[in-house]
């Protein structure tokens, strides 16, 4: 379920040409962006979204861990979605506030996904352009070891990392990030390739500027869109990961709770009479993703002008 | 071709080395052992238990017998949970289960989304490209964990026309909502990868010209299009095929299908060593085969490719 | 028999001779209670996981030995009530001294290949359970039975020939013990203390629980088994009380996720399922025929960590008063859990056989006293709302657990202001702290092996492997070594009970209760059966 790797690398070479041709590709995009209603209506969304998680607990009166004895076992009837009560969202099963949970839920959400693409976008880049920039055996033994660990079943190692070394957020980022680097490292080495034959990178290599600096002051730059790009993409991708690691009982702990979290409770409980703690959050859920997704899509399209 | 297999192959052999040293090294350095209970046991009954599975040896003498078991005699050892079972027994009833309903997903997810994406792409912009869009969004979002509930509320409780769950030894209405549970999500992502591919190239010049050339729509579609639009479906379909494998955690928690998949989860809370390993190395032989399998049909669909 | 129930029947019986030959021997009524039977007569029940083993010698969960009771059948039985009746023994008797009992078996029971059922079945398949060889989870049994020389043939220091059982002849089995114990024609209800087919084990070795190789002798052999899916039982045709078994065949399915499986009940597909925590008040109003609680015998407690490894404010017995005070177990029981379950202030369960619950100060208060009560306890022990306690709690993953930790660490906030670190762990994990005391406050439940007091009290004694706590008190350990081979030993209980309360190593929360949705036309369950152990071939299918 990561982000297809082809629909990024176009990304590449239409940021390339831009180079060459000295246009200014990121103006030229911004506009192109702006002109997208999907694009634009993604964007709203994930700023409303944004909002929510931020400053949503400010519009209720209840916290989101605390229970209320009274509606325990009453769920069904006393927590109903109210504005009389306050409990907008109604009650969660244990009789906390949803509304209150939800709004965590979605940070964390939100928090998870942005993480764990930031640290799989960062390995993933630095390791693919040091792979390309070197080239020869170096190239050869990285990228071989990266077709090795494709080849690794991540999704349960990362279920035996975390009921060995428990459940916490540390390892729920370190997980994700191990299974989302590796596409991104592929794809950075691909146009790193294009790149580093480029005259900037050879007049760099000539005086004899160090290695490293060549790769984080020329060539990191230049992979920003597609960086960007499978960013964004990857963010849902991760936030629907999490969900299910939630799903297994192996994600966020109590009295924290994410979007995952909630979902997989509420779905338990449908049969229950107590709907609404499947509904809000699933509205949570499909808003956060999809403004994501359009987002990405937009962002995609905005720097490969190429007409889909 | 063949040499780009063997080497391939060659590859295959440190990947499932390097698997099997990681989940045994993950496994050892767990706390907690398999036979931890609420009333822990007398000293001398845990003994004899350790004795018996070749727990009292050293770690790396426990590797290496476990490794020469696999490879001389593809034996994978005894289950320390299910205590009448070896591994063996356990792959060999969950795997097929697992096999047939994620095969019955694969099939159903490549054939449904490629020919809705296809269609959405010649039709742009008609009901049927909307509906086509407005089910990808849809159903790519929707966990299966929450969409399994939900059939069988409906199709069981309401309808009364399928059973619950359970296997049977595969009866045709045991399949169906497993496979529906299973395929819809990546349904959803063939038929929005086959959709975009199709678009683009169907605004080729190549297509254009054949356009022009005043050969019938569908000789255009079926003979040139299809063929290079498949391409980047294909490199999704690898991924999508082990995705089915996993994925099985779920069905068989819903669907008491008793796949693999429900071991694995079983085997890791319940720290069973040797059922742990045997699924990882199964499932990454599988992932191994099929990334192939995709590399091979790439190369033979795509002649520009060279190895 | 009633008029109604007299048509009924003559309504089944016909149903029956209309239906089919195959069914035309199936009973028309009950034998004892008269109702009518239904023409179908199936059993399909829910379980959440797939037991370890059906060997009896191994089978260690309480599913798994629900299996076994079906498929074997040990020297006795338990009732309805769980009185002991027959089982392949017709009874037994007692030496003066309390240490040799002597089974007399029936001449008829047979197993399922046709041999008769021998006392060398018993003593191959309890040799065989106790020899370190089978490494069985459950040979300590033996030891906990008292059988001369257990100790010492599960530590592999003797052959498992000098294990205190022996056949003179083909029906009289006779048990040797250490010590006199009261309880032990109890013990031999458990699976670990069925026989075993000598010839199927010897030519199938652990392949024999098959349903292929399997050779039992209880009312049911095992025709169908696929791991995580199903396992099915049919009638013995050589049971020796076969003609009285009413139920043809008893389906186990394994379904992890508890709603899902009370869907599928509420579509009909299953007979029985658990109810999913905090449901029992909805079912039990929509469908109050079928929603069912009853005592089962487990007691949820939290246990202190009392060693020095320990959060040093616990070592303090008004902070340990103050915590356990402050529980309101009224909302736990009837708030967080719902289901029929019963506020403990003692530990032992409160329907254990001849038990008789202790009057402790803090089960007389109200919960505002004990609110009161436990503030003063705290500042006693200089604690406050300028110094509050942090205390850590760590309990098994599962939502029960965590819905009674969120209760309590929220109730201890808000009548102590202790703030609680929840924790939770992985099953396995878990054990493992809890073990090796590196924990300040731990969940705890303990399930009574047999229907006596011990066995909930054995767990205070200094030197027992389950003491988490590591409370050492020598008068609990006197009072317990004398209630072992005291006439009356119900005293000595309560007096420990009351030590328990005063001392606090262990706070109990609540006594467990199992609450089931079982189908209205079944049966014969026995929900007086304190252990909960049932019998298939008790149950029965009633017509419509």
Same mark, same amino acid.
């Given at each position: 379920m990561l982000p297809h790797a082809k629909d990024v690398e176009s990304v590449g070479e239409a940021v390339q040409l831009a180079e060459v041709q000295g246009r200014s590709l990121w103006a030229d995009a911004r506009t192109r962006f702006f002109r997208n209603k999907a694009a634009v209506f993604g964007l709203i969304l994930l700023v409303c979204v944004a909002i929510f998680a931020i400053f949503g607990g400010f519009f209720t009166q209840y916290e989101r861990d605390v229970v209320d004895f009274s509606l325990m076992g009453a769920?069904?009837?006393?927590?109903?979605?109210?504005?009389?009560?306050?409990?907008?969202?109604?009650?969660?099963?244990?009789?906390?506030?949803?509304?209150?949970?939800?709004?965590?839920?979605?940070?964390?959400?939100?928090?998870?996904?942005?993480?764990?693409?930031?640290?799989?976008?960062?390995?993933?880049?630095?390791?693919?352009?040091?792979?390309?920039?070197?080239?020869?055996?170096?190239?050869?033994?990285?990228?071989?070891?990266?077709?090795?660990?494709?080849?690794?079943?991540?999704?349960?190692?990362?279920?035996?990392?975390?009921?060995?070394?428990g459940r916490s957020m540390f390892m729920l980022f370190l997980g994700i990030g191990l299974i989302s680097w590796l596409d991104m490292a592929r794809i950075a080495r691909g146009q790193t390739l294009t790149i580093k034959n480029k005259e900037f990178v050879e007049v760099a290599h000539a005086i004899g500027v160090h290695p490293l600096k060549i790769i984080l002051r020329h060539i990191v730059p230049n992979l920003l869109g597609i960086v960007a790009v499978y960013a964004t993409l990857l963010v849902p991708q991760l936030i629907i990961f999490e969900s299910f690691i939630s799903f297994l009982g192996l994600g966020v702990q109590e009295p924290n709770t994410s979007l995952g979290a909630l979902l997989s409770e509420g779905a338990s409980n449908m049969f229950n009479g107590t709907i609404w703690q499947l509904q809000f959050p699933l509205i949570a859920f499909v808003f956060t993703i999809f403004a994501f997704f359009f987002v990405g899509d937009g962002l995609r399209d905005a720097l490969d002008p190429k007409d889909r | 071709m063949l040499s780009f297999i063997a080497r391939r192959l060659a590859v295959a052999i440190p990947t499932l080395l390097i698997?099997?040293?990681?989940?045994?090294?993950?496994?050892?350095?767990?706390?907690?052992?398999?036979?931890?209970?609420?009333?822990?046991?007398?000293?001398?009954?845990?003994?004899?238990?350790?004795?018996?599975?070749?727990?009292?040896?050293?770690?790396?003498?426990?590797?290496?017998?476990?490794?020469?078991?696999?490879?001389?005699?593809?034996?994978?050892?005894?289950?320390?949970?299910?205590?009448?079972?070896?591994?063996?027994?356990?792959?060999?009833?969950?795997?097929?289960?697992?096999?047939?309903?994620?095969?019955?997903?694969?099939?159903?997810?490549?054939?449904?989304?490629?020919?809705?994406?296809?269609?959405?792409?010649?039709?742009?912009?008609?009901?049927?490209?909307?509906?086509?869009?407005?089910?990808?969004?849809?159903?790519?979002?929707?966990?299966?964990?929450?969409?399994?509930?939900?059939?069988?509320?409906?199709f069981t409780l309401w309808l009364g026309w399928l059973p619950g769950g359970g296997w049977n030894g595969g009866q045709w209405e045991n399949l169906i909502l497993p496979v529906i549970a299973l395929s819809t999500s990546y349904m959803a992502s063939i038929a929005r990868i086959t959709r975009s591919s199709m678009l683009e190239v169907l605004n080729t010049n190549?297509?254009?010209?054949?356009?022009?050339?005043?050969?019938?729509?569908?000789?255009?579609?079926?003979?040139?299009?299809?063929?290079?639009?498949?391409?980047?479906?294909?490199?999704?379909?690898?991924?999508?095929?082990?995705?089915?494998?996993?994925?099985?955690?779920?069905?068989?928690?819903?669907?008491?299908?008793?796949?693999?998949?429900?071991?694995?989860?079983?085997?890791?809370?319940?720290?069973?060593?040797?059922?742990?390993?045997?699924?990882?190395?199964?499932?990454?032989?599988?992932?191994?085969?099929?990334?192939?399998?995709?590399?091979?049909?790439?190369?033979?669909?795509?002649?520009?490719?060279?190895? | 028999?009633?008029?109604?129930?007299?048509?009924?029947?003559?309504?089944?019986?016909?149903?029956?001779?209309?239906?089919?030959?195959?069914?035309?021997?199936?009973?028309?009524?009950?034998?004892?209670?008269?109702?009518?039977?239904?023409?179908?007569?199936?059993?399909?029940?829910?379980?959440?996981?797939?037991?370890?083993?059906?060997?009896?010698?191994?089978?260690?969960?309480?599913?798994?030995?629900?299996? *076994?009771?079906?498929?074997?059948?040990?020297?006795?039985?338990?009732?309805?009530?769980?009185?002991?009746?027959?089982?392949?023994?017709?009874?037994?008797?007692?030496?003066?001294?309390?240490?040799?009992?002597?089974?007399?078996?029936?001449?008829?029971?047979?197993?399922?290949?046709?041999?008769?059922?021998?006392?060398?079945?018993? *003593?191959?398949?309890?040799?065989?359970?106790?020899?370190?060889?089978?490494?069985?989870?459950?040979?300590?049994?033996?030891?906990?039975?008292?059988?001369?020389?257990?100790?010492?043939?599960?530590?592999?220091?003797?052959?498992?020939?000098?294990?205190?059982v022996s056949a003179p002849d083909d029906l009289t089995l006779v048990v040797s013990l250490s010590q006199p114990l009261p309880y032990f024609p109890q013990m031999v209800t458990h699976a670990t203390t069925f026989p075993v087919h000598k010839a199927t084990v010897d030519a199938f070795g652990t392949d024999w629980t098959t349903p292929e190789n399997m050779v039992s002798n209880g009312a049911y052999v095992m025709s169908e088994f696929v791991p995580q899916e199903k396992l099915v039982r049919t009638r013995n045709e050589m049971y020796w009380d076969n003609e009285n078994t009413?139920?043809?065949?008893?389906?186990?399915? *394994?379904?992890?996720?508890?709603?899902?499986?009370?869907? &599928?009940?509420?579509?009909?597909?299953?007979?029985?399922?658990? *109810?999913?925590?905090?449901?029992?008040?909805?079912?039990?109003?929509?469908?109050p025929d079928e929603a069912i609680s009853v005592p089962s015998a487990c007691s949820y407690y939290y246990t202190i960590?009392?060693?020095?490894?320990?959060?040093?404010?616990?070592?303090?017995?008004?902070? &340990?008063?103050?915590?356990?005070?402050?529980?309101?177990?009224?909302?736990?029981?009837?708030?967080?859990?719902?289901?029929?379950?019963?506020?403990?202030?003692?530990?032992?369960?409160?329907?254990?056989?001849?038990?008789?619950?202790?009057?402790?100060?803090?089960?007389?208060?109200?919960?505002?006293?004990?609110?009161?009560?436990?503030?003063?306890?705290?500042?006693?022990?200089?604690?406050?709302?300028d110094n509050p306690l942090d205390v850590s709690l760590i309990f098994n993953t599962s939502e029960a657990h965590r819905s009674v930790a969120i209760a309590v660490s929220q109730m201890w906030k808000q009548t102590l202001g202790v703030e609680t670190e929840l924790g939770n762990q992985e099953?396995?994990?878990?054990?493992?702290?809890?073990?090796?005391?590196?924990?300040?406050?731990?969940?705890?439940?303990?399930?009574?092996?047999?229907?006596?007091?011990?066995?909930?009290?054995?767990?205070?004694?200094?030197?027992?492997?389950?003491?988490?706590?590591?409370?050492?008190?020598?008068?609990?350990?006197?009072?317990?070594?004398?209630?072992k081979t005291s006439e009356n030993p119900q005293a000595a209980y309560t007096e420990v009970e009351q030590i328990i309360a005063e001392d606090m190593p262990i706070i109990p929360v609540y006594h467990y209760a199992e609450v089931n949705m079982q189908s209205a036309d079944l049966g014969g369950w026995p929900f007086t059966n304190f252990e909960q152990n049932w019998y298939s071939k008790d149950l029965y299918k009633i017509a419509e």
């Open positions: 769920n069904a009837y006393k927590g109903v979605p109210s504005f009389e009560t306050g409990h907008y969202f109604g009650t969660d099963a244990s009789g906390r506030d949803l509304y209150a949970r939800i709004v965590q839920g979605t940070a964390i959400s939100i928090m998870v996904g942005v993480v764990g693409a930031t640290v799989a976008v960062i390995v993933g880049t630095l390791y693919g352009a040091t792979a390309g920039y070197f080239g020869g055996r170096v190239d050869g033994i990285m990228m071989r070891t990266v077709d090795v660990l494709m080849s690794i079943p991540f999704m349960f190692v990362l279920i035996l990392m975390l009921v060995i070394f | 698997l099997v040293v990681l989940s045994f090294v993950l496994m050892y350095a767990a706390p907690g052992g398999p036979f931890n209970s609420e009333r822990p046991l007398p000293p001398a009954v845990l003994a004899n238990i350790e004795a018996k599975y070749g727990l009292d040896q050293p770690f790396w003498k426990q590797i290496a017998n476990y490794v020469v078991g696999v490879v001389t005699q593809f034996d994978f050892g005894p289950s320390f949970q299910y205590k009448d079972r070896s591994v063996n027994d356990i792959i060999a009833q969950g795997f097929p289960v697992t096999l047939t309903y994620g095969a019955w997903s694969f099939v159903v997810a490549a054939v449904v989304g490629i020919s809705l994406g296809a269609a959405a792409a010649i039709k742009q912009n008609s009901w049927l490209d909307y509906m086509a869009v407005g089910f990808t969004i849809g159903a790519q979002v929707l966990p299966n964990f929450v969409m399994a509930p939900i059939l069988v509320l409906i190549f297509i254009r010209t054949a356009q022009a050339k005043g050969l019938s729509p569908s000789r255009v579609i079926f003979r040139h299009a299809l063929k290079p639009a498949m391409l980047p479906v294909l490199s999704y379909l690898g991924p999508t095929f082990v995705f089915m494998i996993t994925g099985s955690v779920v069905i068989d928690i819903f669907f008491s299908t008793g796949g693999i998949g429900r071991f694995f989860v079983d085997s890791a809370f319940n720290r069973d060593y040797s059922v742990i390993m045997g699924i990882t190395i199964l499932v990454g032989s599988m992932t191994i085969l099929f990334n192939l399998l995709v590399d091979v049909l790439y190369a033979w669909i795509d002649p520009k490719i060279r190895y | 028999m009633t008029l109604t129930s007299m048509l009924k029947a003559t309504t089944a019986a016909t149903l029956v001779f209309a239906a089919s030959a195959a069914f035309a021997d199936s009973h028309a009524t009950h034998p004892d209670t008269g109702e009518a039977l239904a023409t179908e007569q199936t059993f399909t029940y829910r379980v959440g996981d797939e037991s370890p083993s059906y060997d009896p010698g191994v089978a260690e969960d309480v599913d798994g030995s629900a299996v *076994v009771r079906d498929l074997f059948e040990g020297l006795m039985n338990q009732d309805a009530e769980g009185n002991l009746v027959p089982g392949v023994a017709t009874g037994y008797e007692v030496s003066e001294d309390g240490k040799t009992y002597t089974f007399t078996l029936r001449d008829n029971a047979k197993w399922s290949n046709g041999d008769p059922v021998v006392a060398g079945d018993f *003593v191959y398949a309890w040799k065989r359970a106790a020899a370190p060889e089978l490494a069985s989870p459950y040979a300590w049994f033996f030891e906990l039975m008292s059988i001369e020389n257990a100790a010492a043939v599960v530590a592999g220091d003797m052959e498992p020939s000098e294990l205190g009413i139920i043809e065949t008893v389906t186990k399915l *394994v379904i992890t996720d508890e709603n899902i499986a009370l869907t &599928r009940y509420l579509a009909g597909e299953l007979d029985q399922t658990d *109810v999913p925590a905090g449901q029992f008040p909805r079912l039990s109003a929509e469908r960590n009392m060693t020095d490894t320990t959060n040093p404010a616990l070592l303090d017995v008004n902070v &340990r008063q103050a915590l356990a005070m402050a529980i309101d177990r009224d909302v736990i029981v009837e708030a967080v859990l719902a289901g029929g379950q019963k506020p403990a202030y003692t530990f032992t369960h409160w329907a254990t056989a001849g038990f008789e619950t202790p009057d402790t100060p803090m089960a007389s208060m109200t919960q505002e006293e004990r609110n009161a009560k436990a503030v003063e306890l705290m500042t006693a022990a200089g604690f406050g709302a099953w396995q994990t878990f054990l493992e702290t809890r073990g090796n005391q590196d924990y300040e406050i731990a969940r705890g439940a303990w399930c009574a092996d047999y229907n006596e007091a011990s066995t909930f009290l054995d767990l205070m004694q200094s030197d027992s492997g389950y003491n988490d706590a590591k409370y050492s008190n020598p008068r609990v350990d006197e009072l317990m070594a004398e209630a």
